[in-house]
Structures are given as C-alpha cells and as structure tokens.
C-alpha cells in the first residue's frame, strides 16, 4: 500500500527565509506526486505536481520541489517565505495513470514570524 | 477556470437528523468526484469515490447506508450524513476530475459539519 510520511507536524521560518518541507513516499513504482496548501478553514490548493520527465518541478507562489527516486523523497522548497505563506502544507501521492487513489501525508503547519 | 463549489459552508444540525452537502463543479464537467473527511489537526481521509451515473465506491470502514452519496449529474455530487451523531462531526471536503491527461483534482472549500 502507498504511504506518504511527512515528519515535520510544525515548522518556523523568519519571513524572508528559505523554507524546506520534507516529505517520503512509500509505493512499489514511481507515483504521481502532489504538493497542496490549505489555508484554515479553506480546501486545498495544488501548489505543483510531478508526473514523470523533469525532477524539479516548478509550482505557484515561487514554490518549487524535487523529486528523488533513490531517496523516495519529493521536499517542497521556497528560497524567500512570506508572511501569507503561513498555511497547512500536505503531500501526497497517487498510483501512475490511475491517480484516483491519492494518499495524503499527515500535514506540515507552516508558521512565519516577522 | 476549474472552480469546484460546496455548499454550505457551514452546518450545524441536531443528533438524529440527516444533512446533505453539495458539491458542484463550476465550469467543467466532473467524470468523478471524491468525498474526504478531515478531522482537527489531521490529514484528509477518503471517504468514497463516484463517477456520475453510477453507485458510490466507498473505502473500508466507511458506512455507505450513513453516507449517501449521489452523483446524478456530471457538475453536482452530494454527500448525505443520516441519522447525524456528535461523532460525524468535521470537515467534510470534495474534489472533482475531468478526466482530462491532468489527473488533476480541484478541491472545494469544505463543508464544517456540527452535530448537537
């Protein structure tokens, strides 16, 4: 079964610092790979995705993420966080071709300071 | 464009009674809808995935006669919660597919349902 880790419940960053959420997958072949962020309250949002070809991927909001077969990983990345940034960041993971199923990792709370 | 809709955004309803959210994709036709429940501080749960015209496939552990869903049409999907206990109570949020080679699915904003 396809799993997705994500361990870091809660990270701080000063505004206008880099940012790197961590996340890694578990499934038995390369899979489809999200990025989504909900803001409190609010549904989710695709920040990027990554099918096949290119391993870095470029998202909205200056977010991009980098996918690593031999590490399992597919960490987000910002280089500059802004306050409005401050959200809910989930990976996750779908089967190749038939996405349908697409797992979740447990979240990220992104909390910015001044 | 693919702007999916909930409604309401907010319920709160007495134990013992049902309540129906709807879902409804705006301005594309949605070829599948999913239902997801998140409780506080956790990740979403899929609850049942359904195409348009046909039953509901609903995930192990989920109650099909506790959480109907219809998906009568290609832009509106609804869940309902009967016979609504304390325990029902969350988020409950969809998300519609075109089926297009995107794969991708566009969330709704949510539904946070009370039970009394």
């Known amino acids: 079964a396809q799993s997705v880790t994500q361990p870091d419940i809660h990270i701080t960053v000063s505004e206008g610092a880099s940012l790197e959420l961590r996340c890694n997958y578990s499934y038995g072949a390369t899979p489809y790979l999200f990025w989504y962020v909900q803001s409190p309250g609010q549904g989710l949002q695709l920040l990027l995705k990554y099918f096949s070809g290119d391993t870095l991927v470029q998202g909205i909001k200056g977010f991009e993420a980098e996918f690593k077969r031999s590490q399992s990983s597919f960490n987000l990345r910002k280089p500059s966080v802004h306050w409005s940034d401050a959200a809910e960041y989930f990976c996750a993971v779908a089967p190749a071709g038939g996405y349908q199923k697409v797992t979740f990792g447990t979240g990220t709370k992104l909390q910015v300071i001044p | 464009g693919a702007v999916v809709s909930q409604h309401p955004s907010r319920v709160i309803c007495k134990s013992g009674t049902s309540v129906k959210i709807e879902c409804r994709s705006l301005d594309f036709q949605a070829t599948t809808m999913f239902w997801y429940r998140q409780f506080p501080k956790q990740s979403l749960m899929l609850m049942a995935t359904?195409?348009?015209?046909?039953?509901?496939?609903?995930e192990q552990g989920v109650e099909k006669d506790k959480f109907l869903i219809n998906h009568a049409s290609l832009t509106l999907s609804t869940l309902t919660v009967t016979s609504a206990h304390p325990e029902d109570s969350s988020f409950y949020i969809c998300?519609?597919?075109?089926?297009?080679?995107?794969?991708?699915?566009?969330f709704g904003p949510g539904t946070r349902l009370t039970v009394t």
């Open positions: 359904s195409n348009e015209g046909s039953k509901a496939t609903y």
């Open positions: 998300s519609a597919n075109s089926g297009t080679e995107s794969y991708e699915q566009y």
